[in-house]
């Protein structure tokens, strides 16, 4: 991995995972998908390389909001919903800190929807890991704003009545400009990501697949089980065609208006009709149809889905305080104290 | 005609300048308040605006005044009935008369009335002509006439025209107090640099209304209102929400802490946001946000990460702070809630003025959950409310709601320009770095504050959060006893503030048969009430409580010296029942007014010539 070059001061000794260690028992059920979340935290953190005391987790209300008791870095546990609105005033007050958030389905795109997509649209520099296992969990197994239409939970006895948020859907809707996707079992991919979103200047979003043991039990199994993740799961990679299933000989093209899976070698197709992927683009067309792919049609889309470089919130305020410094006449509060009109008595 | 009337020297005056929305009342408000200020008066201010923008043109709805209280003596309030109304329209008068007395000078504008705008603002005849104001001074001029005249070579449309009626009262409202027009001349050369054309236009309209009151034969005599003996120094025109704002900048440069506001724009307190923006220049960060709980959350990311953090607000949107509240209670951070109290519930009467927000500020949250509550007292006390708010809050390590209201916010008072160097020290308690000894609910051994270790610092990495923490070591605990105990100190934490704020001031008789007690925004026409039934040889007493949550120290002893006390408040009676929690040896009494509008001294001293006879 290269490293990432910013402002956010670098250790000078190399780090490892037991930096990271917290000394609190993990206290999440065996077999959930948040454990391979913490494991690739914990491997990425060193990785990134910066110093251990600017990384800063912060949390909002549910099963992934407990994690910044389990990683030894500055932490904060929210409340519910909220996790992306203190994480933005973290990363204001101090642009000098790598900000995380855990937050789950339920956490930012219900009772926190609107900090959600308003962090997302502003652009600030944090980096969202958004444990999607569509149920509530803490709660004990309520419907979730992402439950595929018709979810029998214990809100819902005779199925749900909504229709889910895709999370990359309303990620680009909300002009977001890093979305990434990862199943919870595959904690290379999910490292590799995450690396990706700390290189990413502004908000990045890495959705994790995540399965609730309890609540949920394979839910994702369709597209992340040994059998069914060859043909249900296209990873991504920058530059490189879009091909996925056994031996990669189905892709994906573009029809007109619309993607499609093609099988190479069929109907005359070649590796030259696949699309190449292309997470730079700042045109989001081709990257939302990629996040809106589910079968039985297409696969799911993995890997960096799209990573455009904008502006970040948190630079332009930084730097609209230093053009205001250079430039204004008031620059103590007593300069501001005997500003404008006065007199003497 | 001859120039020579009669001058008439007054200790005080109220004029209050009314007309449509739009109609630049606000701006003739100023321009005058201003040149008072200038030429020596004490003074205070106060805007009376609609909730609309701009509601239909003449009619009562749409009505937007302005008014001063000034005068040679220390002026407390911004006045009940007016000396002198400027109305521009028949709406804006019908909407005043309730402020008048016998004798009232009126100075109206005769062209605005004519049948449709008669008809819109109610009347069913003139009241020019038809007698109904027989009992006040009526100046009515054909402004708008007289302005086409004095401006005709300068070939300016009919609708800039119009507009400049504002500046014609002006000139009346000069010449009847005595003012010069300097002041103004200065602002429109300032404010119209680049169109001279404007300016002078404005200059001769305000000229021509000034000439037009020296030489009407309406017109009696003319008013002098003589220069304030103030303490000498340097003085400026505040208005509360730019006080609140400047003293929370001051707060922070002294604390060397950055300052960061997460804000949500609500009437009456958006001027706040609207100040401290302008501010980058003094490192101010500031982070619009896209509702009220935003606005907090992200100032407790702030206050976390090192940061004098502050979120400005009204009633409803300390309704929706309140769960944010509750953890920035049980993380022990500092954290300023400004809340410009306005009328409720709900949406209420977001333009007015009430105090009904105290059981909000002190009870709102669940759990138990206690915090400073502070109350301002006067426009330019904003300033210092506001900065004891944040060094308490800082210094302490827990949340600070400080109430002011809209009248204070909107309202302006003159403010002597203090030093920073005379403001108190403000010292937070950072935990140090590589700390072997640091732990988070750590505390102090005085004031129970927890140390503030803020990210980035090595050695220092520790996670905090809304469940509820170890003493200590500040790992998460569900222990029943450790719970009751972090209650505990939860609740002495903020009783200990006592020890460090100043004893409660008693004006007045130090002893007698009547306490009067009062809080927040009514000091001024409680103090003025007091004054009066001073003089009138009653045994009175004023106690103007400023700090709420903990009350100072001495509350019970200057309690115990009156024979009776009288608790006044904007509300139903919320300080009167919070002092029967915390002091129930006393029988209080009580006198509330939830109109939404501020006392008037005669309504006070009926009660308090009731109590006294009794």
Redesign the interface.
């Known amino acids: 991995m290269e490293q990432i070059l910013n402002t956010i001061e670098r250790s000078n000794v190399e780090l490892t995972k037991e930096d990271f260690v917290?000394d609190?028992m993990v206290k999440w059920c065996a077999g959930c998908g948040a454990h391979a979340i913490l494991a690739a935290v914990a491997n990425v953190f060193p990785k990134i390389g910066y110093?251990?005391?600017?990384f800063?987790m912060?949390?909002g209300?549910g099963c992934s909001s407990r994690f910044?008791?389990y990683v030894?870095?500055?932490?904060?546990?929210?409340?519910h919903g909220?996790a992306n609105?203190?994480?933005?005033?973290?990363?204001?007050?101090?642009p000098?800190?790598s900000v995380w958030v855990a937050t789950g389905d339920g956490d930012s795109m219900a009772i926190g929807g609107?900090?959600f997509i308003?962090t997302i649209r502003r652009n600030i520099d944090l980096n969202i890991i958004l444990f999607n296992n569509m149920i509530y969990g803490l709660t004990k197994g309520q419907y979730s704003p992402t439950s595929p239409m018709g979810s029998i939970t214990k809100t819902s006895p005779q199925g749900t009545i909504e229709h889910p948020f895709n999370a990359g859907e309303l990620v680009i809707g909300a002009q977001g400009t890093f979305f990434a996707r990862v199943p919870d079992n595959n904690i290379k991919l999910m490292t590799e990501v995450m690396f990706e979103a700390a290189r990413h200047d502004g908000t990045s979003l890495v959705e994790v697949l995540q399965n609730c043991i309890i609540y949920n039990d394979k839910v994702h199994a369709p597209i992340t089980s040994k059998d069914t993740r060859e043909d249900n799961q296209l990873v991504l990679r920058n530059g490189e065609p879009m091909l996925f299933g056994a031996g990669n000989k189905k892709g994906i093209r573009l029809s007109q208006t619309r993607l499609e899976v093609v099988t190479i070698g069929e109907n005359g197709i070649t590796e030259n009709d696949i699309l190449v992927h292309d997470q730079f683009q700042q045109d989001p067309g081709i990257q939302l149809m990629l996040a809106k792919m589910a079968p039985p049609l297409y696969p799911v889309a993995m890997g960096v889905i799209r990573s455009a470089m904008y502006p970040t919130y948190d630079d332009m305020?930084e730097d609209?305080?230093t053009?205001?410094?250079a430039?204004?006449k008031?620059?103590?509060?007593?300069d501001?104290?005997?500003s404008?009109?006065?007199?003497?008595? | 005609m001859s120039e020579v009337k009669n001058v008439v020297e007054l200790e005080d005056a109220v004029i209050k300048f009314v007309g449509d929305s739009g109609d630049g009342m606000q701006l003739s408000g100023t321009l005058f308040a201003d040149t008072a200020a200038y030429d020596g008066n004490d003074l205070t201010t106060f805007p009376d605006y609609p909730a609309e923008i701009r509601a239909p043109q003449n009619t009562v709805a749409g009505v937007s005044g302005f008014q001063i209280h000034f005068g040679s003596k220390k002026i407390l309030t911004f006045g009940d009935i007016c000396d002198t109304i400027v109305a521009l329209n028949p709406a804006s008068l019908r909407a005043n008369l309730k402020w008048t007395k016998k004798e009232t000078i009126i100075i109206t504008d005769s062209d605005a009335y004519d049948d449709s705008a008669l008809e819109k603002s109610g009347y069913k005849s003139n009241p020019l002509t038809d007698g109904s104001l027989k009992d006040f001074k009526i100046i009515s001029a054909p402004f708008t006439t007289l302005i086409k005249e004095c401006i005709k070579d300068l070939n300016i449309d009919v609708k800039t025209t119009y507009k400049s009626r504002n500046m014609f009262a002006l000139g009346i409202a000069f010449k009847l107090y005595g003012k010069n027009l300097d002041h103004t001349f200065h602002y429109l050369e300032k404010k119209f640099a680049t169109r001279p054309q404007i300016v002078e236009m404005n200059k001769r309209v305000v000229k021509a209304g000034f000439d037009y009151a020296a030489t009407n034969p309406q017109l009696e005599c003319l008013y002098k209102v003589p220069s304030a003996s103030m303490p000498k120094g340097r003085y400026r025109n505040i208005t509360g929400n730019v006080a609140a704002a400047w003293g929370l900048i001051a707060a922070g440069e002294k604390a060397e802490r950055p300052l960061f506001l997460g804000s949500y724009p609500i009437t009456p307190a958006t001027e706040i946001l609207m100040e401290i923006v302008k501010y980058k220049s003094l490192g101010a960060k500031v982070f619009q946000a896209e509702d009220e709980i935003a606005g907090i959350c992200s100032a407790i990311g702030a206050s976390f990460t090192g940061s004098l953090a502050l979120t400005t607000t009204s009633g409803p949107g300390l309704s929706l702070k309140s769960e944010a509240l509750g953890l920035a209670v049980i993380t022990e951070l500092p954290l300023v809630i400004v809340n410009v109290q306005r009328g409720g519930p709900s949406t209420g009467l977001p333009t007015k003025s009430e105090q009904s927000d105290l059981y909000q500020a002190l009870y709102g949250r669940n759990g138990e959950c206690p915090l400073i509550v502070m109350a301002a007292s006067s426009s330019a006390d904003c300033f210092y409310s506001a900065f004891e708010a944040a060094k308490l809050s800082i210094e302490h390590m827990t949340p600070v709601i400080l109430l002011t209201d809209g009248s204070l916010g909107n309202g302006s008072e003159l403010f002597k320009i203090p030093d920073t160097k005379d403001l108190p020290k403000i010292t937070a308690p950072l935990a140090k770095a590589n700390d072997p000894n640091y732990k988070p609910y750590n505390r102090d051994e005085k004031t129970l504050a927890r140390p503030w270790a803020i990210p980035g610092t090595e050695g220092l990495r520790h996670r905090v959060g809304g469940l509820e923490k170890e003493n200590g070591i500040g790992t998460v605990s569900m222990d029943p006893i450790n719970h009751e105990l972090m209650v505990g100190l939860r609740a002495e934490k903020v009783q200990r503030v006592a020890n460090y704020i100043d004893p409660q001031e008693l004006f007045g008789d130090q002893e007698g048969d009547l306490l009067i007690v009062s809080w927040g925004g009514t000091k001024g026409v409680i103090r003025d009430s007091v004054i009066e039934m001073k003089k009138e040889g009653y045994k009175v007493g004023h106690a103007h409580f400023k700090h709420i949550m903990p009350l100072p120290k001495n509350t019970e002893e200057i309690f115990g010296k009156f024979k009776k006390i009288i608790v006044c408040e904007l509300n139903s009676g919320q300080f009167l029942g919070y002092l029967r929690i915390t002091h129930p040896e006393f029988k209080y009494n009580q006198a509330n007014k939830v109109q939404s509008l501020p006392f008037m001294i005669h309504e006070l001293k009926e009660k308090y010539y009731k109590l006294l006879e009794k």
């Open positions: 917290s609190q110093r251990k005391e600017n800063m912060v949390s209300i910044p008791y030894n870095t500055y932490g904060f546990h929210g409340i909220r609105a203190i994480a933005s005033g973290v990363k204001i007050s101090n000098k800190l609107n900090h308003h305020v609209q305080i053009y205001a410094k430039n204004s008031i620059l103590t509060v007593n501001l104290l005997n404008g009109d006065t007199f003497e008595v």
